[in-house]
C-alpha cells in the first residue's frame, strides 16, 4: 500500500514538473498570435533602406519579428517594436514585389491597421530643376509614368517630343484616355506638409563628393536647384519599373505629370513601387483596412535623373554611383524619417489617433473611396465632355494578336 502511494506521488510529481515546462512554450506561442496595432508603418524596398533604422536609440524594431504569409521570400518578415508601435517591412523592389507585399500585409490577421500611419521611406533619382542629390521629399501624388504607349526614339517621327503618349491618346499632351485606375494617386496634402515640417527639423548629411559633383549642373540657370545644397521639399514622385536617364524622359515624365494632375503635380523624384504601394492600400481602404488619408510618401534623392550639361545619358545612369548621393540618401531616410516617426508618436493623444483631416481629395482617378471630395484630376473633371462610362479599360488592336 505505501509502495503504491510513493508510485502515485512519484508519477504525479512529474506529470506536474512536465505540465510546468509546457506552461512556457504555451504562452510565449500565444504571445507569438497577438494581433499588433501600430501606429507608425514603415515601408522600405530593399537592405539599405531598411538597415538604416536598426541599431538607432530611438527605437529597436528587431523586438518582435512576424512572418507574413505573402511577403517576399527575401524579406518575409514584418519587424516591429516590442510593443508595436511601430513597425517596418521591406517589399523588395519593382511594383510586382512592392503590390504583393503590401496586399499581404493588409490582410493579415496579425494586424489591425486602422489607424496606421504608412510612411514610404525610400531613395530615389532626383529632377535637378527642382531639387538637389540628398534632398528628402514628400509627395502629395504618385503618377505611374511608364503607363503609356511607347515608340523607340529611334523610329518616332521629327515632330515627337519623345516616344511617350498617353494610353488611348493621339498626341503627347491629350490626357489618356485609356484608363486603368492606378494613373495617379493624390495623398493627404495636410499630412504632407506636416511631415516635410517634421524633417525639416533635421539636419540632412551631405558628401563631398555630391557637393563637388552638383556644380557641374551650375552652367544651366535651370538647375539653380542642383546646385544648392540639400533640403526639403513637397514635390511629386513618378513611377516606373524602368530605371531612366536623359533630359528628353525627365522633360516627358515631368510634362505627363503636369497632364495627369490637371496642371498642379511638379514631378521631383523616381521610384520602381509607389503606385503599386498605392493601389493596394487604395483596395485595403475601401474596405475599411486602412485609412488612406494617413499615408506619407518620403524619398530621399541618390542621383540625378538627367546629366548635366555636356555630359551623357548614359553615363549619367551607369556611373551614378560617382555623384556621391547615394551614401547621403540612405542617412537622411534616418535623419528626417526619425523626425516624423516620433512627431506622430509624441502628438498621437492630441493630433494623430484621431487622424489629419484632408483638406484635398485623396484616392485615385476613379473616386473609389467617395470620401466626399471630388477628385482635382483626371478627365471627368478635366472635361465635362469625357465621363467615366465612355472611357474604355483598353483599347484593342487586332494587327496586335
Given at each position: 500500500m505505501r509502495s503504491f502511494t510513493s508510485l502515485a506521488l512519484v508519477a504525479a510529481t512529474l506529470s506536474s514538473a512536465v505540465s510546468a515546462s509546457l506552461v512556457p512554450a504555451r504562452i510565449q506561442e500565444r504571445a507569438l498570435e497577438y494581433v499588433v496595432k501600430p501606429k507608425v508603418f514603415i515601408i522600405s524596398m530593399f537592405d539599405p533602406e531598411a538597415e538604416i533604422w536598426y541599431n538607432i536609440p530611438e527605437f529597436n524594431l528587431l523586438e518582435l519579428n512576424v512572418t507574413v504569409p505573402g511577403f517576399s521570400p527575401l524579406f518575409p518578415d514584418a519587424h516591429c517594436t516590442a510593443d508595436g508601435e511601430v513597425c517596418q517591412l521591406i517589399?523588395?523592389?519593382?511594383?510586382?514585389?512592392?503590390?504583393?507585399?503590401?496586399?499581404?500585409?493588409?490582410?493579415?490577421?496579425?494586424?489591425?491597421?486602422?489607424?496606421?500611419?504608412?510612411?514610404?521611406?525610400?531613395?530615389?533619382?532626383v529632377n535637378p530643376e527642382v531639387a538637389t542629390i540628398a534632398s528628402v521629399t514628400f509627395a502629395r501624388y504618385a503618377i505611374q509614368v511608364a503607363l503609356q504607349y511607347e515608340f523607340s526614339q529611334f523610329d518616332i517621327p521629327t515632330n515627337y517630343t519623345s516616344g511617350y503618349i498617353p494610353q488611348g491618346s493621339d498626341s503627347a499632351d491629350e490626357y489618356p484616355q485609356s484608363i486603368y485606375g492606378t494613373e495617379v494617386f493624390e495623398f493627404n496634402q495636410d499630412l504632407q506638409k506636416i511631415a516635410a515640417n517634421f524633417a525639416r527639423k533635421a539636419t540632412l548629411n551631405d558628401s563631398d563628393d555630391a557637393i563637388v559633383y552638383r556644380?557641374?549642373?551650375?552652367?544651366n540657370?535651370?538647375?539653380?536647384?542642383?546646385?544648392?545644397?540639400?533640403?526639403?521639399?513637397?514635390?511629386?514622385?513618378?513611377?516606373?519599373?524602368?530605371?531612366?536617364?536623359?533630359?528628353?524622359?525627365?522633360?516627358?515624365?515631368?510634362?505627363?505629370?503636369?497632364?495627369?494632375?490637371?496642371?498642379?503635380?511638379?514631378?521631383?523624384?523616381?521610384?520602381?513601387?509607389?503606385?503599386?504601394?498605392?493601389?493596394?492600400?487604395?483596395?485595403?481602404?475601401?474596405?475599411?483596412?486602412?485609412?488612406?488619408?494617413?499615408?506619407?510618401?518620403?524619398?530621399?534623392?541618390?542621383?540625378?535623373?538627367?546629366?548635366?550639361?555636356?555630359e551623357a545619358a548614359t553615363t549619367n545612369l551607369l556611373y551614378s554611383p560617382g555623384q556621391g548621393g547615394f551614401p547621403p540618401a540612405i542617412?537622411?531616410?534616418?535623419?528626417?524619417?526619425?523626425?516624423?516617426?516620433?512627431?506622430?508618436?509624441?502628438?498621437?493623444?492630441?493630433?494623430?489617433?484621431?487622424?489629419?483631416?484632408?483638406?484635398?481629395?485623396?484616392?485615385?482617378?476613379?473616386?473609389?473611396?467617395?470620401?466626399?471630395?471630388?477628385?482635382?484630376?483626371?478627365?471627368?473633371?478635366?472635361?465635362?465632355?469625357v465621363t467615366k462610362r465612355s472611357i474604355p479599360v483598353k483599347r484593342t488592336y487586332t494587327h496586335r494578336y
Open positions: 517589399t523588395g523592389e519593382s511594383e510586382i514585389n512592392a503590390a504583393v507585399t503590401v496586399s499581404s500585409l493588409v490582410r493579415s490577421p496579425r494586424f489591425d491597421l486602422t489607424t496606421t500611419y504608412f510612411m514610404v521611406a525610400g531613395i530615389g533619382g556644380a557641374n549642373y551650375a552652367p540657370p535651370l538647375y539653380a536647384a542642383a546646385v544648392a545644397g540639400p533640403a526639403v521639399y513637397e514635390c511629386d514622385v513618378a513611377t516606373s519599373d524602368t530605371y531612366f536617364s536623359g533630359t528628353t524622359l525627365g522633360t516627358a515624365f515631368g510634362n505627363y505629370t503636369k497632364l495627369v494632375t490637371n496642371g498642379t503635380g511638379v514631378y521631383c523624384t523616381t521610384a520602381q513601387e509607389d503606385n503599386a504601394t498605392g493601389e493596394a492600400l487604395l483596395r485595403a481602404a475601401a474596405e475599411k483596412l486602412v485609412d488612406f488619408s494617413r499615408i506619407i510618401v518620403m524619398r530621399t534623392a541618390s542621383d540625378f535623373d538627367r546629366p548635366y550639361p555636356g542617412q537622411n531616410i534616418y535623419l528626417a524619417g526619425i523626425e516624423v516617426v516620433t512627431g506622430i508618436l509624441d502628438g498621437w493623444n492630441s493630433t494623430f489617433a484621431a487622424g489629419v483631416n484632408a483638406s484635398n481629395y485623396v484616392g485615385d482617378i476613379f473616386g473609389t473611396l467617395q470620401g466626399g471630395k471630388t477628385q482635382d484630376f483626371g478627365p471627368y473633371v478635366f472635361s465635362n465632355a
